[in-house]
């Protein structure tokens, strides 16, 4: 139960950003769930397993209607999921404030991939909107992320 314990709590964040994400939008703007867990995931389990379940994860949000360009969430919850596992048990023998940062610059970078395929047009017309729409999807992302640190540190999954 404990090796297949994930791969439902993968199923369930799909079901909670298929779901609840369009209940929590505000204008463009919606939370994804999906990428704090593959944070969480690469954290506990590494690049190799993170990259599987960006990929797994990815494929299942490229089949709803919220998808806007098949391939795109795999690619980016993969390398989210990638770079993610390569700060399993960093956290010991970095500084606090470095892996805490990079954490922050994972996110940050999937959100900038993501956003830049998705507006292409707009980033080539408005930039300054462009960034702004890169910028408010991340904070409202990341005022889930820390909501959740609250009850699930990433300082415990480090085993710190």
Same mark, same amino acid.
């Given at each position: 139960?404990?090796r297949?314990?994930?791969?439902?709590?993968? *199923?369930? !964040?799909?079901?909670? $950003?298929?779901? +609840? @994400?369009?209940?929590?939008?505000?204008?463009?703007?919606?939370?994804?769930? *999906? #990428?704090?867990?593959?944070?969480y995931?690469? +954290?506990?389990?590494?690049?190799? %397993?993170? !990259?599987?379940?960006?990929?797994?994860?990815?494929?299942?949000?490229?089949?709803?209607?919220?998808? @806007?360009?098949?391939?795109?969430?795999?690619?980016t919850?993969?390398?989210?999921? %990638? +770079?993610?596992?390569?700060?399993?048990?960093?956290?010991?023998?970095? @500084?606090?404030?470095?892996?805490?940062?990079?954490?922050?610059?994972?996110?940050?970078?999937?959100?900038? #991939?993501?956003? %830049? #395929?998705?507006? $292409?047009?707009?980033?080539? #017309?408005?930039?300054v909107?462009?960034?702004?729409?890169?910028?408010?999807?991340?904070?409202?992302?990341?005022?889930?992320?820390?909501?959740? $640190?609250?009850?699930?540190?990433?300082?415990?999954? $480090?085993?710190?």
């Open positions: 139960m404990d297949i314990r994930p791969w439902l709590i993968l *199923v369930g !964040v799909f079901l909670l $950003q298929f779901f +609840l @994400s369009e209940l929590l939008a505000i204008r463009y703007y919606r939370p994804d769930f *999906v #990428v704090i867990f593959i944070l995931f690469g +954290l506990f389990f590494g690049s190799y %397993y993170g !990259v599987i379940a960006g990929f797994i994860i990815g494929i299942f949000i490229d089949m709803t209607p919220l998808a @806007s360009y098949f391939g795109l969430s795999p690619m919850y993969s390398i989210t999921g %990638y +770079l993610a596992g390569h700060l399993q048990d960093k956290y010991i023998r970095w @500084s606090p404030f470095a892996f805490h940062a990079a954490w922050l610059c994972i996110i940050s970078f999937h959100f900038l #991939v993501f956003t %830049y #395929v998705r507006y $292409q047009l707009l980033f080539e #017309v408005d930039i909107q462009y960034l702004l729409r890169w910028f408010l999807t991340m904070t409202y992302t990341l005022i889930f992320l820390l909501i959740l $640190q609250f009850f699930f540190p990433i300082k415990r999954i $480090q085993g710190a």
